[in-house]
C-alpha cells in the first residue's frame, strides 16, 4: 500500500494518531508532516518515523511530498482551532481551507484516500442542541466553525464529483495527556487535569454548568483508524460523522477529579469570547449513525477517562520534574 501522510502531526491529535499509525502499518509507511521543524524521534524499540516539513496552504509543496513519498493515504490534521481561529480569522480561512482545498487538489490528482477532522465547531445556536442528529441545522457563528462547515462540503464535493474517498468525523472536545491544550474552547478540561495534579486549584474560562460533548483521546484515535478500515458500502455519510463518548460540564469534571485529589478545588474566570462559542455548541451528540455504520464504541466514559488520564499525566510530570 501507499504510505501515510500525516498533517498538522506535532498537534494534540497527530501527537498520538501518528504512534498509533506506525505501530499498526509499520514505521516506514507513516510520514509526520507538520509546519513547524521536528527531528526523527525514537519510539520504543528504537523505530523511526519518517519526519518532513510542510506549509499545507502551499501547493507545490504538497504536491511535491505526496508524490515524493507514494502517499496513499493523508490524514489531514493541520488547522487553526476555535479560539485561536477567532484572534486570526485570516489565517484561520487560509490555514483551514486553502490547506484542505490543497490537500483534496493532490488526493484528487494521485487518488489518495483522506481523512478530515471535522468539530462540533460545525454546528451553531440554531442547531438543536440537546442529543444533536448527524443531519442538522449548520449555522456556527465562529469563523472556526464556517470553516469546518465549508470543509465538509468540499469533502462531499469532491468525493462525488471526483470520486476521492475522503472520510471524517465532528469530533467533540478531545482529552490527552499527551499533548498540551491547542487552543481550543473545550480545551478547559485538560488545563484542568494538569492545573489539579500541579496545584490543586483551576480557575476556568467556562461557566460551571457549559456542557459539552467529550470524548478521551485513545477512543477518537480507535474510532479515526476505524473510519478509515471501514467497507465504504456502508458509509451513509462519508464524512463528518458525530462521535461521542460523554457529556460533561467543568463543575461536573472537577466533581471526578475530586474523587481523586483530595483538597482540588476550582473558581470560574469566564472568557466571554469562549464562553459565546461553547453556548453555540451541542450539549450532547447523536452517534448512532456512526454505532450503525462502522461500529463506533467508546471504551471511556468520564469515571475511566478521569483514572487513566490522572495516572499516565502524573507519571509524565513526575519524569518531566525528574529530567
Not at 42 to 52: F, K, N, T, V
Not at 117 to 142: D, K, L, N, W, Y
Not at 176 to 182: D, I, L
Not at 232 to 245: D, E, H, K, Q, T
Request: net charge negative; with cysteine.
Amino acid at each position: 500500500m501507499g504510505r501515510i501522510l500525516v498533517t498538522g502531526a506535532m498537534g494534540q491529535i497527530g501527537s498520538e494518531l501518528v504512534p498509533a499509525l506506525r505501530e499498526r502499518y509499520g514505521s516506514d509507511h507513516v510520514v509526520a508532516s507538520d509546519v513547524r521543524i521536528a527531528p526523527y524521534r525514537l519510539s520504543a524499540g528504537d523505530i523511526r518515523y519518517i519526519p518532513e516539513h510542510l506549509d499545507c496552504t502551499q501547493a507545490p509543496q504538497v504536491l511535491e511530498v505526496v508524490r515524493r513519498h507514494e502517499i496513499g493515504t493523508i490524514y489531514h490534521l493541520a488547522a487553526l482551532l476555535s479560539a485561536v481561529a477567532e484572534e486570526k480569522p485570516h489565517a484561520a480561512w487560509s490555514i483551514n481551507m486553502d490547506g484542505l482545498y490543497n490537500i483534496l487538489e493532490a488526493a484528487r490528482q494521485y487518488r489518495c484516500q483522506v481523512f478530515f477532522p471535522s468539530s462540533i465547531g460545525a454546528f451553531g445556536p440554531s442547531t438543536p442542541h440537546e442529543h444533536t442528529p448527524q443531519t442538522a441545522v449548520q449555522r456556527p457563528t465562529t469563523i472556526y466553525g464556517v470553516t469546518k462547515v465549508a470543509g465538509e462540503l468540499l469533502c462531499d464535493y469532491y468525493a462525488g464529483r471526483f470520486g476521492v474517498d475522503v472520510r471524517g468525523l465532528r469530533l467533540p472536545g478531545l482529552i490527552s495527556y499527551v499533548a498540551p491544550p491547542g487552543g481550543g474552547t473545550t480545551d478547559y478540561a485538560v488545563e484542568m487535569f494538569h492545573q489539579a495534579l500541579r496545584y490543586k486549584q483551576y480557575s476556568c474560562f467556562l461557566k460551571a454548568d457549559a456542557r459539552l460533548p467529550m470524548m478521551y483521546m485513545p477512543d477518537a484515535i480507535r474510532a479515526v483508524i476505524a473510519l478509515m478500515e471501514a467497507d465504504s458500502a456502508r458509509l451513509r455519510y462519508r464524512n463528518a460523522y458525530n462521535v461521542a463518548a460523554m457529556s460533561v460540564t467543568p463543575a461536573e469534571l472537577a466533581a471526578e477529579i475530586r474523587t481523586h485529589i483530595a483538597g482540588f478545588t476550582i473558581d470560574y474566570r469566564i472568557d466571554p469570547v469562549r464562553q459565546s462559542i461553547a453556548e453555540s455548541w451541542p450539549h450532547s451528540l447523536d452517534t448512532s449513525a456512526a454505532r450503525d455504520d462502522w461500529g463506533f464504541a467508546p471504551q471511556f466514559d468520564l469515571d475511566a477517562m478521569t483514572t487513566d488520564m490522572l495516572s499516565r499525566l502524573s507519571a509524565k510530570i513526575s519524569a518531566t520534574q525528574a529530567d
